[in-house]
């Protein structure tokens, strides 16, 4: 039976159409997942700038700094008076004799001025057979028009302009409130990431050793048992196999706590979240020291970008306001006024404006006294915390570049140790497959090895913490925001 060419064709284009191309055949059988994306610092601190509580508790203070300028402003914000008045009197004036109802109805707003003038302008409608004495405008209405103006105290300094002044501080101190939460958390996650890799090391490391150890206590009891070693050795193998275990166990626990340390930099849906193991990643390789010229930019950027001095800033700011309040106080007080009658029989006897000039001269002046010595007492303080501040600011960054050094030196000898105590153990391992030694000096020999590894771990760990207590002393994460974005892929298993 001959299959037409066409019909052969037609069948084998249906079949690779079903079948699908052979990449998307290899992406769909199993095994074949990609590969984990290791977690990396910058995802670490993106996360945690995007999710962590704490800093979003930090933010809310911008919310209540914007309350506090409102409330503040409250204070010269103008309000809409209406306010009627009415007396009865008997009048023993002609022609007005008798008994008459007179008053009036004021409409007009009262506003005050940061800078202690206060105002009235609106107009005002008389009630009943009134005069109006004067700024009659259409009719029986009174153009209402009046001021109070402070001369000497309160005049551009005042209890009300001062609050207002502290209260649009109050949102620059939130940025510093956030950028010292954003500064303490970066750092402390950075740390806890290098801790819980350092003790995805540990255990990566107990269990190879304990690995090497069953694997040879198997050979011992096999040759044990064809007499060609003591019993004596199997009891010591099977006792460094239950010493490798429980190590193995201690390090497993170290894993979990500093896996439960982490997920608290890891919040997802507001729940922390564990990272899995297959996330580990290698410790970055040592890189150089910055140079002089760097190292000096980064400590005159810390000495202004560095939240603890940018507080002490605006704590002076704010002393400042006090103390020239305070000074101010210590003025006499000279307050002109030109207001309206507000009384109605005055209104109606043809009294229009009222005009004044108070003068109040505190004898003592033990308030103002006080309040200034109090302000420039602070003021003095806080020259002196800027100053201790500042000094740490730059041993911070030193003590930082101290570490860093450090660190790589110890990288350098452990790893050079490592070398060294491999090698005595492979040759401790040769000689006892020659029967000159005994499976106690190779288990030690091993062991030195487990520690030698470990400190290489440690210090390739306290060389991450080094680098990231330099970001934090110089201020890098007060203002930058990290680039990475947070990833939730998780490896196919």
């Not at 091993?446 to 970001?471: M, P």
């Not at 007060?478 to 892929?489: C, E, G, L, M």
Request: glycine share 6%; hydrophobic share 45%; net charge neutral.
């Amino acid at each position: 039976m001959r299959v037409p060419v066409g019909f052969l064709a037609i069948f084998v284009c249906a079949v690779i159409l079903i079948a699908g191309p052979p990449e998307s055949r290899s992406e769909q059988l199993p095994g074949k997942s990609l590969p984990a994306i290791p977690l990396s610092l910058d995802e670490v601190l993106a996360w945690v700038d995007r999710t962590h509580p704490l800093l979003k508790s930090a933010g809310t203070d911008k919310v209540a700094a914007r309350g506090r300028l409102l409330k503040a402003m409250s204070a010269f914000e103008p309000t809409l008076v209406n306010d009627t008045e009415i007396e009865r009197f008997i009048s023993s004036s002609s022609p007005l004799k008798g008994t008459q109802m007179v008053g009036f109805n004021d409409t007009f707003l009262d506003f005050k001025h940061p800078s202690g003038i206060r105002g009235i302008a609106g107009y005002r409608q008389s009630l009943g057979d009134a005069r109006i004495p004067d700024l009659k405008v259409l009719g029986d209405n009174q153009l209402l028009l009046g001021a109070s103006i402070p001369l000497l105290r309160g005049l551009m300094v005042n209890p009300e302009s001062a609050e207002m002044q502290r209260s649009e501080l109050a949102d620059p101190r939130a940025d510093v409130k956030i950028a010292e939460t954003r500064q303490g958390l970066f750092l402390a996650a950075a740390t806890q990431l290098w801790d819980w890799v350092s003790a995805a090391k540990f255990v990566d490391i107990a269990r190879r050793a304990q690995k090497v150890a069953e694997d040879r206590l198997k050979q011992i009891d096999q040759r044990a048992k064809a007499g060609a070693a003591a019993p004596l050795d199997a009891v010591e193998a099977s006792q460094e196999v239950q010493r490798r275990k429980e190590s193995a166990i201690a390090a497993q626990r170290l894993l979990e706590q500093e896996g439960l340390k982490m997920s608290l930099f890891l919040w997802d849906n507001d729940h922390p979240s564990a990272p899995v193991l297959e996330r580990v990643p290698d410790f970055p390789e040592p890189q150089g020291l910055p140079a002089a010229d760097t190292v000096l930019a980064h400590k005159l950027q810390a000495r202004t970008d560095r939240p603890e001095i940018r507080e002490i800033d605006i704590e002076a700011k704010i002393n400042n306001i006090d103390l020239a309040l305070a000074k101010n106080n210590l003025l006499p007080s000279l307050d002109a006024d030109a207001t309206p009658a507000r009384n109605p029989e005055k209104f109606v006897l043809g009294l229009g404006y009222k005009f004044g000039l108070e003068l109040r001269v505190p004898l003592m002046q033990r308030r103002g006294r006080g309040e200034v010595l109090e302000a420039q007492g602070r003021a003095d303080r806080l020259v002196l915390t800027q100053k201790y501040r500042e000094q740490q600011v730059l041993v911070d960054v030193d003590n930082a570049l101290s570490a860093i050094e450090r660190a790589k030196e110890r990288i350098t000898a452990a790893a050079e140790s490592l070398r060294l105590a491999r090698t005595l153990e492979e040759g401790e391992r040769f000689r006892f497959s020659l029967g000159a030694t005994s499976v106690l000096f190779v288990n030690l020999r091993e062991r030195n090895t487990v520690d030698s590894e470990v400190q290489l771990v440690r210090a390739k760990a306290d060389y991450q913490k080094a680098l990231a207590n330099y970001q934090w002393a110089i201020g890098a994460w007060a203002k930058s925001q990290p680039s990475a974005v947070p990833v939730t892929y998780k490896s196919v298993r």
